[in-house]
Nanobody, 114 residues
Framework: QEQLVESGGGLVQPGGSLTLSCAAS????????MAWYRQVPWKQRELVAD???????NYAGSVKGRFTISKDHAKNTVYLQMNDLKPEDTAVYYC????????WGQGTQVTVSS
């Protein structure tokens, strides 16, 4: 059973930083496109960043220059380093993998507020 397990959400002040982690099964981590999405109740789920098996990355315009997606091959873990966080970054963040089909983590809440 392929799975994704997220951790690292929480409350942070504007301008602060937070790192999300997503532990993935071996096949998803090594062969799938790994990504982070986010969703607020009144909007569609949106792509934040993704990373291909070869390491090519892609970012939403709203987070480019502030967020970094990366992979730790020793831990089969994908990270989302979020810097200079803004209130509009508040959302539930979901880890995602695409390998023949889409797989989703359970989601982790990120709240940016003073």
């Amino acid at each position: 059973q392929e799975q994704l397990v997220e951790s690292g959400g929480g409350l942070v002040q504007p301008g602060g930083s937070l790192t999300l982690s997503c532990a993935a099964s071996e096949i998803l981590f090594s062969s799938g496109i790994m990504a982070w999405y986010r969703q607020v109740p009144w909007k569609q789920r949106e792509l934040v960043a993704d990373i291909a098996p070869g390491g090519t990355t892609n970012y939403a315009g709203s987070v480019k220059g502030r967020f970094t997606i990366s992979k730790d091959h020793a831990k089969n873990t994908v990270y989302l380093q979020m810097n200079d966080l803004k209130p509009e970054d508040t959302a539930v963040y979901y880890c995602n993998a695409y390998y023949a089909k889409y797989y989703w983590g359970q989601g982790t809440q990120v709240t940016v507020s003073s």
